[in-house]
């Protein structure tokens, strides 16, 4: 079976979400996950928390909810946040091409900017549809914040997440994904020859490249791909989690980093506990293909998982080690 995804970016009302999923329910797609893009601005993980906790309850067919913050930014209003939440974003729909999975994705939550770098992330690596949703009702919109949705109990809270489809307007966005080209745009921006002269041409109409080398944008631009081309392949398989610990005191925070991980990150095949030691919290690369992360017990000593990945190449490698860093900032 094809999965169907949903991915969503997320500001201070919930509600976009449930609205997107609602509006896929009725045309018949069903979605088993959820991704959600998001910072780490208060009323945007105050609404996280909410959404983790109502989408598997309300919707039966949602098995898993993935949050994804981005570092440790409360905006996007810096190049450093602009070029990390566009990776992550291109990282995100690059894998689910990969798995040949149908991914939905709704750029109706959170600020301008990530709308805006959400629809160009879908222009390079596609999607199945990329769409908005418009709140007909101002009023609503306004009381369907989280402000007000945490002094809510849980029926006045699914009246507002789940309103009335005749105030919501369900708006389809054209799009023409480049993943087929993605490798040739590359070589490009390198400066290797390719045989597909309209490649350069799209490049430098769009401001990439001139006289024939990147422009400042498009070593930003090559910078990106690069980054996401550099990945692993996700695993073809369901990850495996052996855990054999039973320490009570532990047992359950190691869980959930594991499951934290499997659900964060396509390129893990396997998950094991292992020995604990004290120090800093941190991950190390253990060749050829994995990664040992060390986390905080709270009890003064670091907890321990051995990573399993797909990774092929030492930059691959690398490239996992970066990424699995970001859980422990």
Same mark, same amino acid.
Request: aromatic share 6%; charged share 30%.
């Given at each position: 079976?094809?999965?169907?995804?949903?991915?969503?970016?997320?500001?201070?009302?919930?509600?976009?979400?449930?609205?997107?999923?609602?509006?896929?329910?009725?045309?018949?797609?069903?979605?088993?996950?959820?991704?959600?893009?998001?910072?780490?601005?208060?009323?945007?993980?105050?609404?996280?928390?909410?959404?983790? #906790?109502? $989408?598997?309850?309300?919707?039966? !067919? /949602?098995?898993?909810?993935?949050?994804?913050? @981005? +570092?440790?930014?409360?905006? *996007?209003?810096?190049?450093?946040?602009?070029?990390?939440?566009?990776?992550?974003?291109?990282?995100?729909?690059?894998?689910?091409?990969?798995?040949?999975?149908?991914?939905?994705?709704?750029?109706?939550?959170?600020?301008?900017?990530?709308?805006?770098?959400?629809?160009?992330?879908?222009?390079?690596?596609?999607?199945?549809?990329?769409?908005?949703?418009?709140?007909?009702?101002?009023?609503?919109?306004?009381?369907?914040?989280?402000?007000?949705?945490?002094?809510?109990?849980?029926?006045?809270?699914? #009246?507002? $997440?789940?309103?009335?489809?005749? !105030? /919501?307007?369900?708006?389809?966005?054209?799009? @023409? +994904?480049?993943?087929?080209? *993605?490798?040739?745009?590359?070589?490009?921006?390198?400066?290797?020859?390719?045989?597909?002269?309209?490649?350069?041409?799209?490049?430098?109409?769009?401001?990439?490249?001139?006289?024939?080398?990147?422009?400042?944008?498009?070593?930003?631009?090559?910078?990106?791909?690069?980054?996401?081309?550099?990945?692993?392949?996700?695993?073809?398989?369901?990850?495996?989690?052996?855990?054999?610990?039973?320490?009570?005191?532990?047992?359950?925070?190691?869980?959930?980093?594991?499951?934290?991980?499997?659900?964060?990150?396509?390129?893990?095949?396997?998950?094991?506990?292992?020995?604990?030691?004290?120090?800093?919290?941190?991950?190390?690369?253990?060749?050829?293909?994995?990664?040992?992360?060390?986390?905080?017990?709270?009890?003064?000593?670091?907890?321990?998982?051995?990573?399993?990945?797909?990774?092929?190449?030492?930059?691959?490698?690398?490239?996992?080690?970066?990424?699995?860093?970001?859980?422990?900032?």
């Amino acid at each position: 079976m094809t999965k169907n995804v949903l991915i969503g970016t997320l500001g201070e009302s919930p509600a976009v979400v449930t609205e997107a999923q609602d509006s896929l329910n009725d045309r018949k797609i069903t979605i088993h996950e959820v991704i959600l893009l998001t910072t780490m601005d208060h009323d945007a993980l105050y609404s996280l928390d909410l959404l983790m #906790e109502h $989408l598997p309850v309300y919707y039966n !067919n /949602i098995k898993n909810v993935n949050p994804i913050t @981005i +570092g440790a930014y409360e905006d *996007i209003n810096s190049e450093e946040a602009v070029m990390e939440f566009m990776e992550t974003a291109c990282d995100q729909l690059r894998d689910m091409q990969k798995r040949g999975w149908n991914v939905y994705v709704s750029i109706a939550g959170g600020r301008k900017t990530m709308s805006a770098l959400m629809t160009l992330a879908v222009q390079i690596y596609g999607a199945k549809e990329l769409f908005h949703i418009i709140v007909e009702d101002p009023e609503l919109e306004d009381r369907s914040r989280i402000g007000n949705l945490v002094h809510c109990d849980e029926e006045e809270q699914n #009246e507002m $997440l789940h309103p009335d489809r005749g !105030n /919501i307007t369900h708006i389809s966005m054209p799009f @023409i +994904g480049l993943f087929p080209w *993605i490798k040739d745009i590359v070589k490009t921006l390198k400066g290797e020859k390719i045989d597909k002269k309209e490649i350069s041409e799209l490049l430098s109409s769009n401001g990439l490249m001139e006289d024939n080398k990147p422009t400042s944008l498009g070593e930003r631009f090559l910078d990106i791909l690069g980054r996401v081309e550099s990945m692993p392949d996700p695993c073809t398989e369901e990850p495996k989690i052996t855990l054999k610990k039973k320490e009570p005191k532990y047992k359950k925070k190691i869980e959930e980093m594991a499951h934290r991980l499997r659900q964060r990150f396509s390129f893990i095949c396997e998950i094991r506990d292992t020995d604990w030691k004290k120090g800093d919290p941190k991950v190390k690369i253990e060749r050829p293909d994995k990664l040992k992360i060390y986390f905080p017990s709270g009890g003064g000593y670091n907890l321990s998982l051995m990573l399993t990945t797909t990774a092929k190449t030492p930059g691959q490698l690398e490239k996992c080690k970066r990424e699995v860093e970001k859980i422990l900032e």
